[in-house]
């Protein structure tokens, strides 16, 4: 229950198209759910994040869309760049904890 | 622009040794955390702290892991008695609020 389940494992997007990453989740005691965007020999840095009551985050070409009875958020990358190429999690945090869980990346290359 | 950062980049100890990985977090951070990213597999919480002592700390964190901020600037995790199996890429991370922010570029801890 305290999975979440993130695809696809990996993704190739030629230059100006669009991005999706798609994660899922059981437990519904989750309320704040973020991507992080991870380069080689770097940690995971925080990109966008989203809480249930919204059900759309938008921050220059990412966005975050999330349905909640459904229990599954997305990242869309508008206009994808040779250098958003990376790999991104998305990860969600219980409302008492402090603790993320995160899924199992998405590998991202935008080809030029 | 701050960065959190980690020392060493990479570690090799033998089993039943104990290592001290060594973070230092953004300055003005009050929630430090560790996590952990086994090779292949995905990034697992093990603790997190404030206020000077551990908030919450995850089924991973045993009697064989401790943290500590000896100095107000060092945050470290300490593993008292390696395994083979505690071999991962082991990140630390800070934030002025309760959600993870700012990843380290993590240490790579290798267990013969």
């Known amino acids: 229950q305290q999975q979440v389940k993130q695809s696809p494992q990996s993704l190739i997007v030629q230059k100006g198209g669009i991005s999706i990453i798609n994660c899922a989740y059981e437990?519904?005691?989750?309320?704040?759910f973020p991507w992080y965007q991870q380069f080689p020999g770097k940690g995971p840095a925080l990109l966008i994040a989203?809480?249930?009551?919204?059900s759309e985050k938008k921050e220059g070409r990412f966005t975050i869309s999330f349905n909640k009875s459904a229990k599954q958020f997305s990242l869309h990358i508008m206009d994808s760049q040779p250098g958003d190429s990376a790999t991104y999690f998305c990860?969600?945090?219980?409302?008492?904890?402090?603790?993320?869980?995160f899924g199992e990346g998405t590998q991202l290359t935008v080809n030029p | 622009e701050p960065e959190v950062t980690q020392t060493p980049s990479h570690q090799v100890t033998q089993m039943g040794q104990e290592v001290i990985l060594r973070c230092v977090p953004i300055?003005?951070?009050?929630?430090f955390y560790w996590y952990r990213q086994i090779l292949g597999q995905k990034v697992e919480f093990l603790v997190s702290?404030?206020?000077?002592?551990?908030?919450?700390k995850s089924e991973i964190f045993d009697d064989q892991f401790s943290v500590e901020r000896p100095d107000g600037s060092n945050f470290t995790l300490k593993i008292r008695s390696t395994k083979l199996e505690d071999s991962a890429m082991y990140f630390c991370?800070?934030?002025?609020?309760?959600?993870?922010?700012?990843f380290g570029p993590g240490t790579r801890l290798t267990v013969l």
């Open positions: 991370a800070s934030s002025p609020v309760a959600q993870p922010r700012f």
């Open positions: 437990n519904t005691a989750f309320d704040y």
């Open positions: 990860a969600a945090k219980e409302t008492s904890g402090s603790r993320l869980t």
């Open positions: 989203i809480r249930p009551d919204v």
């Open positions: 702290f404030y206020n000077n002592e551990i908030s919450e």
């Open positions: 300055s003005n951070h009050l929630y």
